[in-house]
Nanobody, 111 residues
């Protein structure tokens, strides 16, 4: 069974940065299938960024150039570096690992 834990959320001002972390543990999870999603109140959950085999990364158009997904090595934590945050980035951010969801971490961008 896979356990997923997100951390790093918080309240920041527009233009600030945050780094989210996604840690997975347990057996038999595919470390090449890790995706960050977010869900704002009243909106559907949407893909933000993902990391795939061979280090291939994918991003939503709305975050390209501002967010970076990365991993130190192997099955280590996956990070989402979020720069130049906007109010529209406010949402609960979830990490999905091999189909398993974490509880999410709240990101609020407000002046």
């Amino acid at each position: 069974q896979v356990q997923v834990v997100e951390s790093g959320g918080g309240l920041v001002q527009p233009g600030d940065s945050l780094r989210l972390s996604c840690a997975a543990s347990g057996s038999d999870f595919d470390s090449d299938d890790i995706t960050w999603y977010r869900q704002a109140p009243g909106k559907q959950r949407e893909l933000v960024a993902g990391i795939r085999r061979y280090g291939i990364t994918i991003y939503a158009e709305s975050v390209k150039g501002r967010f970076t997904i990365s991993r130190d090595s192997g099955k280590g934590p996956v990070y989402l570096q979020m720069n130049r945050l906007k109010s529209e980035d406010t949402a609960r951010y979830y990490c999905q690992v091999s189909g398993t969801w974490g509880q999410g971490t709240q990101v609020t961008v407000s002046s």
